[in-house]
């Protein structure tokens, strides 16, 4: 069983930043997608299992950004310039099984509690 868990959501201002974290029990793809109330859930970010390859939605690119440090099977994502609709739960994932990409919901099979991420204008 994979075990996800997430930490650094909170409040930011309007132009400020957050890093969100995601501690896995091993080494996977993983991406980040977000929820908010009432909205189906959106593709962020992810990054495959080397860390060699990025990819982003179109309304988070060049804001955010995903990383991870392997040695501690462990992905964040640094999130510049936060506007008040980046408002949201975010919840992280983990391919573990074989999927062609690394955008879809179906593309990932584990999936964290959720941090909730909340911007003031």
């Known amino acids: 069983q994979v075990q996800l868990v997430e930490s650094g959501g909170g409040l930011a201002q309007a132009g400020g930043s957050l890093r969100l974290s995601c501690a896995a029990s091993?080494?996977?793809?993983m991406g980040w997608f977000r929820q908010a109330p009432g909205k189906e859930r959106e593709f962020v970010a992810a990054?495959?299992?080397?860390?060699?390859?990025?990819y982003y939605g179109d309304s988070v690119k060049g804001r955010f950004t995903i990383s991870r440090e392997n040695a501690r099977n462990t992905v964040y994502l640094q999130m510049n310039s936060l506007k008040p609709e980046d408002t949201a739960a975010y919840y992280c994932?983990?391919?573990?099984?074989?999927?062609?990409?690394?955008?879809?919901?179906?593309?990932?099979?584990?999936w964290g509690q959720g941090t909730q991420v909340t911007v003031s204008s």
């Open positions: 994932a983990a391919q573990t099984g074989r999927h062609i990409g690394l955008r879809d919901l179906t593309d990932f099979d584990s």
């Open positions: 091993g080494r996977y793809a």
């Open positions: 990054i495959n299992w080397s860390g060699d390859n990025t």
